[in-house]
């Protein structure tokens, strides 16, 4: 580490481990909208943007009445409700940042979650 000046960190599956929040999110919210969440399709969406996925199921049951942005929205919400009951950080992350941060080096985050996500990270 002795070249290094920096680190920067993927979020999800690094970071934290938020998977499984995501896709619980994603069928609890598209299934109240009538959606028939398979399996098979919900792991085609494991590395699209939440508004990709909510694209791709409303492609899939064109519900009506509500914005696709108001259903991304509801599923970004309930990953903040899921993370906020958890403690979803991936064993051993914290103490290795602490120690990164104790000789000065420098930290960023890489994520393509939404930003309201990332309080769920070390500080």
Request: net charge negative; proline share 2%; with cysteine.
């Amino acid at each position: 580490m002795k070249n290094n000046k920096a680190f920067i960190f993927d979020m999800d599956g690094v970071l934290v481990d938020s998977e499984g929040y995501w896709k619980q999110a994603e069928f609890e919210v598209f299934t109240s909208l009538g959606v028939k969440v398979t399996e098979d399709q919900a792991n085609l969406t494991k590395s699209m943007t939440t508004f990709e996925v909510t694209q791709f199921w409303h492609e899939k049951s064109l519900w009506e009445n509500v914005d696709l942005e108001v259903v991304e929205q509801l599923v970004v919400s309930r990953v903040i409700a899921l993370i906020e009951t958890e403690d979803c950080l991936i064993k051993g992350v914290k103490s290795f940042i602490e120690k990164l941060k104790a000789k000065e080096y420098k930290i960023g985050l890489a994520t393509n979650s939404p930003k309201k996500n990332n309080p769920c990270c070390v500080k």
